[in-house]
């Protein structure tokens, strides 16, 4: 088990005793239950600054992909338990002090409260105000504000889409932290649609880190997605992972029922040429 685990998170920011044992802070140090809803405003300010004392022995840049890289690999219920996986965790938390663990639990918190609040690019919008991003790699993130436009030039012709194939599908090929995607999920939402069951999307980032925040962000907001590591113009892909939801709602079938029904539709209509 990996030493930064959801079951603890949760568990911890519940109030309840943790489980993880020597790696976490004394027990002063523990979070207490939050006896309000956490605006997703104050969340997202309570993660700013909780970051700014996490880990002040490392660089920003570090400690920022040490926590998404722990989150995204507790989120992957295809590798969450894997030997690889543990021991990749359990690397990064050894780099890391006892009340610092303490913090990274604190953080996955107002992220989910953040994500619960309302749809957005929480995390993309947290990098920019680190001031994380690199002018080499050009890695700027679009304001939500800016994304939720664009989203709803798309919605026009949703409804036949998802009439005729029973969910549309969205792909983003530089998709960054999924601002895009998640704006187009809330467009539908509001329009009277599921994106939990009627809409799939496919999404490539070249960054790895990039790559995670969009899979954090899809699965916390109950996306059905799949995440993929790699160079869209190469082709050339080192890492696919699927959204929690793609599992739990049965994607894998859905697809294969989807190609049958229209290789099938293919074979009437040769023989009936």
């Known amino acids: 088990m990996s030493q930064l685990n959801f079951?603890?998170?949760?568990?911890?920011?519940?109030?309840?005793q943790s489980t993880v044992g020597a790696v976490v802070?004394?027990?002063?140090?523990?979070?207490?239950?939050?006896?309000?809803m956490i605006t997703s405003d104050n969340a997202r300010r309570e993660f700013i600054r909780v970051?700014?004392?996490?880990?002040?022995?490392l660089r920003r840049w570090d400690v920022f992909c040490d926590f998404i890289t722990l989150v995204a690999s507790e989120l992957d219920i295809a590798t969450v338990r894997t030997a690889d996986n543990i021991e990749r965790s359990r690397k990064i938390c050894a780099r890391y002090e006892a009340a610092d663990l303490e913090n990274l639990h604190t953080l996955f918190g107002m992220l989910v409260c953040a994500l619960q609040?309302?749809?957005?690019?929480?995390?993309?919008?947290?990098?920019?105000?680190?001031?994380?991003?690199?002018d080499d790699m050009g890695q700027f993130f679009t304001p939500y504000s800016v994304q939720s436009l664009m989203a709803q030039m798309l919605i026009p012709g949703t409804a036949e889409t998802v009439s005729k194939e029973g969910w549309v599908s969205f792909s983003e090929p530089c998709c960054g932290a999924a601002g895009m995607v998640v704006a187009y999920a809330e467009c539908m939402l509001k329009a009277g649609f599921n994106p939990s069951e009627q809409m799939f999307a496919y999404c490539i980032d070249i960054d790895p880190v990039a790559a995670d925040m969009a899979f954090i962000q899809l699965s916390l907001l109950g996306i059905p997605a799949e995440v993929v590591t790699g160079n869209t113009l190469t082709m050339k892909f080192s890492r696919v992972r699927y959204?929690?939801?793609?599992?739990?709602?049965?994607?894998?079938?859905?697809?294969?029922?989807?190609?049958?029904?229209k290789a099938m539709k293919q074979v009437l209509a040769l023989l009936g040429a």
């Not at 802070?25 to 309000?36: L, R, V």
């Not at 609040?117 to 690199?134: P, R, W």
């Open 25 to 36: 802070a004394s027990e002063p140090a523990k979070m207490s239950a939050p006896k309000k």
């Open 7 to 16: 079951d603890d998170l949760f568990s911890v920011f519940q109030g309840e």
């Open 243 to 261: 959204t929690p939801v793609y599992y739990i709602g049965n994607w894998e079938a859905r697809f294969a029922l989807r190609d049958k029904y």
């Open 51 to 57: 970051f700014g004392l996490t880990a002040r022995y």
């Open 117 to 134: 609040g309302k749809y957005q690019d929480f995390l993309g919008s947290v990098f920019m105000e680190l001031d994380l991003g690199s």
